[in-house]
């Protein structure tokens, strides 16, 4: 049983158009949710968090958004770049020292110039 | 350096030999973490310490899997007579604190293991 989905396993977008990534929670305890990229061959590298207390975190072109009552997150790029492409994780995490990150399966972001 | 470092790249080796795979973390970070990554799949997590107290080794997949971090900063995750199903991408992560404090985990660039 997944506790972090997301549902889309691929997204194609234009250039300087908007990006939307899902990502969608079971477990209501999760405090601390994470956007990674990955480009192949290299580790996940961390882009953004967000904290159970907001709804909205925000850095430079990425903002997540965080809907608790509905289990639910998402990134949003704007504008999106080619150098974006890549595969982006979602991440959650337990209200505790030395928790685990809990990953989404992925979706890879393909950005057409 | 600057980023969490992980040797060797790639291993390949045979059905039932032992492989040792090494995690250098961001200096001064108490906490690291080991994760499993089989393909189409996001990490799993293995073992996490804390200095060099190994707190939580829940998700290591049987005992052929050992890790440490003796002196509470390099670690090894060794596996012992390996099997094809252990075939996959061995990422490490380290964070700044003992607590999480929303504190991001870094991660290295992984270790591709094959078994033959």
């Known amino acids: 049983d997944q506790q972090v989905k997301q549902n889309s396993p691929s997204l194609s977008v234009q250039e300087g158009r908007i990006s939307i990534l899902n990502c969608d929670y079971t477990?209501?305890?999760?405090?601390?949710f994470l956007w990674y990229k990955k480009y192949p061959a290299e580790g996940p590298t961390f882009l953004i968090s967000?904290?159970?207390?907001?709804d909205k975190n925000e850095d430079g072109r990425f903002t997540v958004f965080l809907n608790k009552s509905a289990k639910h997150l998402s990134l949003h790029i704007v504008p999106s770049q080619p150098g974006d492409s890549a595969v982006y994780f979602c991440?959650?995490?337990?209200?505790?020292?030395?928790?685990?990150?809990?990953f989404g399966k992925g979706t890879t972001l393909s950005v057409s110039s | 350096g600057a980023g969490v470092s992980q040797s060797p790249r790639y291993k390949v080796a045979k059905r039932g030999q032992d492989v040792a795979l090494r995690c250098d973390p961001i200096?001064?970070?108490?906490?690291l973490f080991w994760y499993q990554q089989a393909l189409g799949q996001g990490p799993e997590f293995l073992t996490y310490?804390?200095?060099?107290?190994?707190?939580?080794k829940s998700g290591l997949p049987s005992d052929r899997f050992f890790a440490e971090r003796p002196e509470g900063s390099v670690s090894t995750l060794k596996i012992q007579r390996t099997q094809q199903e252990d075939s996959a991408v061995y990422l490490c992560?380290?964070?700044?604190?003992?607590?999480?404090?929303?504190?991001?985990?870094?991660f290295g660039d992984g270790t591709r293991l094959s078994i033959l």
């Open positions: 992560a380290s964070s700044l604190y003992r607590d999480r404090n929303n504190q991001p985990q870094h």
């Open positions: 477990n209501s305890m999760f405090d601390y």
């Open positions: 967000i904290s159970s207390i907001k």
């Open positions: 991440a959650a995490s337990l209200p505790r020292a030395g928790t685990a990150l809990i």
């Open positions: 200096s001064g970070h108490v906490s």
């Open positions: 310490f804390q200095n060099e107290a190994q707190l939580d």
